[in-house]
């Protein structure tokens, strides 16, 4: 059931790869919702990817970047104001990628060079998209920015490796230009930590079966499918959040507040 919470607004989704992404399930919703669209991913990704099909059914153009590029994002942000004829309402940063963690690299283990493109890719690309939007002035007044995180920003979970270190980062990021933008423009940026998800990104970590279960017992409402991530991300592009901002927001069914379970209790103490 559509709402209309985005009628009329401009938006630039990263990071849609395939039917399984989070981004692609948010650029499906927006669109619903009534919201114009611009796709973009790097070229390698779009390559491995299907957002062609993504673009038909949402009736977006597909520009081109490698948000690690800064000429890249000041041709993608330039573009899509052309295309919408106006400024940029909302964007959605859902880029992750680590060579270590695809490598099987363990953490006391890092391959350095590898580990700086960790970071670029993964959280730097967020300060370098938000510096061209800015740089371009690209953003609306009183727009929305929404990143993907994940809780190993906070805590450590074995397997995730520098990815952890990535979206420690990227969550800073999130608050310090969530000032910037919030004095300049009004505009809000708040990153979501999201529950371990079944996407192509998600299965590339070792062990992931390990951790989308351990927090499925965790958590009182159990994990959050991705179609909930992209609607809450859709409430936080909405008028509804106006004042909603530098907060990294967890959609984790519980996970993040909840000590225990009874369940994992009882397999703690072999007496289930």
């Known amino acids: 059931m559509a709402y209309g919470l985005l009628k009329g607004k401009r938006g630039i989704i990263t990071g849609a790869l395939n039917e399984q992404s989070i981004a692609w399930k948010v650029a499906e919703l927006a669109h619903a919702e009534g919201a114009s669209i611009v796709l973009t991913n790097a070229p390698v990704a779009m390559r491995m990817g299907e957002i062609n099909k993504l673009a038909e059914a949402t009736k977006a153009p597909v520009i081109g970047a490698d948000a690690t590029k800064d000429e890249d994002l000041d041709k993608l942000f330039t573009e899509s104001v052309a295309h919408f004829g106006g400024k940029v309402d909302f964007l959605l940063h859902s880029?992750?990628?680590?060579?270590?963690v695809r490598k099987g690299k363990a953490y006391d283990d890092l391959n350095y060079e590898w580990y700086k493109q960790t970071l670029d890719i993964s959280a730097m690309s967020f300060h370098r998209m938000l510096q061209s939007a800015k740089r371009t002035d690209a953003l609306a007044d009183g727009?929305?920015?929404?990143?993907?995180?994940?809780?190993?920003?906070?805590?450590?979970?074995?397997?995730?490796?520098?990815?952890a270190d990535a979206k420690a980062l990227l969550e800073s990021i999130g608050r310090s230009w969530g000032y910037y933008l919030g004095m300049e423009k009004k505009v809000r940026v708040n990153t979501i930590s999201q529950s371990p998800t079944m996407t192509t990104a998600g299965a590339?970590?070792?062990?992931?079966?390990?951790?989308?279960?351990?927090?499925?017992?965790?958590?009182?409402?159990?994990?959050a499918p991705a179609e909930d991530c992209a609607k809450y991300c859709l409430t936080l592009f909405s008028d509804l959040?106006?004042?909603?901002?530098?907060?990294?927001?967890?959609?984790?069914?519980?996970?993040?507040?909840?000590?225990?379970?009874?369940?994992?209790?009882?397999?703690?103490?072999?007496?289930?």
């Open 143 to 163: 727009g929305s920015v929404v990143a993907l995180s994940y809780i190993a920003a906070q805590r450590v979970f074995p397997g995730y490796g520098d990815m």
């Open 204 to 223: 590339g970590i070792k062990g992931f079966g390990g951790f989308y279960g351990f927090a499925q017992e965790m958590s009182p409402l159990g994990n």
């Open 241 to 272: 959040t106006k004042y909603v901002t530098m907060q990294n927001l967890f959609h984790d069914g519980g996970f993040s507040t909840t000590g225990v379970t009874p369940g994992m209790m009882a397999k703690a103490t072999g007496e289930e």
């Open 95 to 100: 880029i992750g990628m680590s060579p270590n």
